[in-house]
C-alpha cells in the first residue's frame, strides 16, 4: 500500500484512499495521518467549506454578464463632463495627465488636446443619474441600476485587460469568474451547464474574444463554459450522428462509463470522472438546449420588448433574450460578449451606431426580469474592460474624433442580486481623467460578485502546483456601499 501512494501520489484521492483500505475507524485515522488534507474538503483552506456550498446566505443565485468587448467611452455614456467641452482643443494639463503610462497609438502624439461629447446628457430618475441621449431605454430604467464611474485597472490592453476582468490574471490561463462560480456552487439545473458563452457582434471596430476567456484553467473540465453559437446546433456536437438513436446513446454512454471507472481506479485521475460528467451533460442537454433555443412561446409583449432582433440568431437582442431564458432555467453564469467598442478613430458615428445596437435589449432584459420576480436574484453587469482617454487619439476635427484606451477610471453598471439600485457610485475629477472619490478595483469589483453569491472570495481556494489560487488573487475587497 505504501508503494502504491508513491506510485499514484499526486492523483491521490479520498476515494481511492478508502476503497483500498478497510473502512473502519482505525483505517481513518491512519489516513489522516498519511494525508493530513484527506477530509479537508478538495484544495482549499481549513476553514473553507467544500466546493458546492455558499459560505453564507447568497443575496444572488445567478450572474448576467453583458460584457462590452472593446471599452465603450465613458464620457458619451454616462460620465457627463461639461468642462471638456469648454476646454475643447486645450491641451490636457500637466498636473492632471501626470505620468500616466500611455499607449503606443498615443504615446508619440505632439499634442493632447481635450474633447467634450458630442451628445448632450440629461438627468433621470429619482437618483438624477446623468444619462446621455445615445441610451434612452437605459435611462428609463436608471433608478434599477447601480452606475459606478470609479472602476480602475492597471491593464493598458485589451487583451490584458479582458483577461484581468474574466479571470483576475492579465496573463490567462486561469479559471474564469463563471468557472469559479461553477466550481464554488454547483449545479441548480442539472441538465444545463452551470456556466453559458454567447457571442455577438456590433458594427464598430471589434476586438477579437478567446475561449481562454470562458476555461477552467487548472480546475476540473466540468467547470469551463459552453459556448452556444447562432446556427443550426447551438452546441457543437450535441447531436446524435446519423444512424444513433437515443437508446444506442445511452447504451454507448453507459459502457463508456463502466470503462472510464476502471480507468479511475487504476489511475486516480480525476479528470477521468470529469470527462464522464460531461459526457452525461451532453446527453441530457440533448433535450434541454433545444426547449431554451425555442423563442416560439415568447409573447407578442416580450419580442416587442427586446426589439426585432431579438428574433434573428447571433444578435446582442437575441442573446440578451437568451440570457433571461438559461438564467431562469437555473444556469448560473450567463456571459455575453459584444464586440465593436473599440473607437480610437471616427467616434460620433461608431459608437452612436454601436449605442443603438445594446440600449433597448439591455433595459429590456432589466425589466423583463423584474416583472417575472427575477431580478432580486439575478445580477445583472454591463461594461467593458477599461474606460477612453479625455483627450483625442491624432487629429482633432469638428465633426470627428476618436479615444485611446485609459485604465485610469471607467464606468459599468449593474442591476438586481442585492446590488443597491438607483445609485450613482464613484466620482471622476472635471476632466474624466481620474478618480476624485470611492476607487474600485477590478479584483474589489470580483470580490463583491463572488460575495453576492453567498461565497467570501479570500475562502474560495484552489491549490494548483503547490500555491493557493483564488479569482481576486492576493488582493481585492468587498465594496460594501454597493450592497443593499
Known amino acids: 500500500m505504501e508503494k502504491e501512494i508513491l506510485e499514484h501520489g499526486f492523483n491521490f484521492n479520498r476515494r481511492r484512499f478508502l476503497s483500498r483500505l478497510s473502512l473502519g ?8 495521518l498519511m494525508i493530513p488534507d484527506l477530509f479537508g474538503g478538495n484544495n482549499a483552506d481549513d476553514d473553507s467549506l467544500p466546493p458546492g456550498i455558499p459560505h453564507f446566505a447568497p443575496k444572488a443565485k445567478r450572474v448576467i454578464y453583458l460584457f462590452q468587448n472593446g471599452a465603450p467611452s465613458q464620457q458619451e455614456l454616462f460620465d457627463y463632463k461639461p468642462k471638456l467641452r469648454e476646454m475643447l482643443g486645450q491641451e490636457i494639463p500637466p498636473s492632471v495627465r501626470g505620468t500616466q503610462r500611455l499607449t503606443g497609438m498615443t504615446a508619440n502624439q505632439a499634442s493632447f488636446p481635450l474633447v467634450g461629447s458630442f451628445v448632450n446628457f440629461k438627468q433621470y430618475g429619482q437618483s438624477r443619474a446623468w444619462v446621455s441621449d445615445l441610451f434612452p431605454y437605459t435611462a428609463k430604467i436608471v433608478d434599477d441600476l447601480c452606475i459606478v464611474k470609479s472602476m480602475f485597472t492597471e491593464a493598458i490592453n485589451h487583451d490584458p485587460a479582458l483577461t484581468f476582468l474574466q479571470t483576475g490574471s492579465q496573463q490567462g490561463n486561469r479559471p474564469s469568474m463563471g468557472s469559479w462560480l461553477s466550481y464554488g456552487l454547483g449545479n ?17 471596430n471589434g476586438q477579437g474574444v478567446y475561449s481562454k476567456l470562458w476555461s477552467n484553467g487548472f ?16 452546441v457543437l456536437y450535441l447531436r446524435d450522428p446519423e444512424g444513433m438513436d437515443r437508446h444506442a446513446r445511452r447504451d454507448m454512454l453507459d459502457n463508456l462509463a463502466q470503462l472510464n471507472d476502471m480507468a479511475y481506479q487504476e489511475f486516480g485521475d480525476p479528470e477521468i470522472t470529469a470527462k464522464v460528467k460531461q459526457y452525461e451533460m451532453a446527453y441530457r442537454m440533448q433535450t434541454a438546449v433545444p426547449e431554451v433555443m425555442d423563442l416560439s412561446k415568447e409573447s407578442d409583449d416580450i419580442i416587442k420588448l427586446y426589439g426585432p432582433d431579438c428574433l434573428v440568431p447571433g444578435t446582442y437582442a437575441a442573446n440578451c433574450l437568451l440570457a433571461r431564458k438559461l438564467s431562469e432555467n437555473g444556469v448560473r453564469f450567463v456571459q455575453l460578449y459584444h464586440q465593436g467598442w473599440d473607437q480610437h478613430g471616427n467616434l460620433p458615428f461608431e459608437i452612436a451606431r454601436q449605442a443603438k445596437d445594446v440600449d433597448q435589449a439591455s433595459a429590456a432584459l432589466v425589466t423583463d426580469l423584474k416583472q417575472r420576480g427575477l431580478l432580486d436574484e439575478t445580477l445583472v453587469i454591463w461594461g467593458g474592460e477599461f474606460g477612453r482617454t479625455s483627450y483625442t487619439q491624432g487629429k482633432l476635427t469638428a465633426d470627428n474624433y476618436g479615444r485611446d484606451h485609459h485604465p485610469r477610471c471607467f464606468t459599468i453598471w449593474m442591476a438586481g442580486g ?3 439600485p438607483g445609485m450613482v457610485y464613484g466620482e471622476t475629477d472635471e476632466l474624466g481623467y481620474n478618480i476624485a472619490q470611492n476607487p474600485v478595483h477590478v479584483h474589489d469589483f470580483q470580490a463583491t460578485i463572488l460575495h453576492q453569491m453567498g461565497l467570501n472570495h479570500e475562502k474560495l481556494i484552489f491549490k494548483h502546483l503547490g500555491r493557493r489560487y483564488r479569482l481576486t ?3 481585492g475587497k468587498v465594496i460594501n456601499d454597493l450592497i443593499a
Open 219 to 234: 480546475l476540473d473540465s466540468i467547470h469551463q463554459g459552453v459556448q452556444f453559437s447562432k446556427g443550426e446546433d447551438p
Open 25 to 32: 475507524l482505525g483505517s481513518a485515522a491512519l489516513g489522516s
Open 473 to 475: 488573487d492576493v488582493s
Open 418 to 420: 442585492g446590488i443597491k
Open 188 to 204: 441548480e439545473n442539472k441538465n444545463l451547464p452551470n456556466f453559458t458563452v454567447l457571442l455577438s457582434r456590433g458594427i464598430g
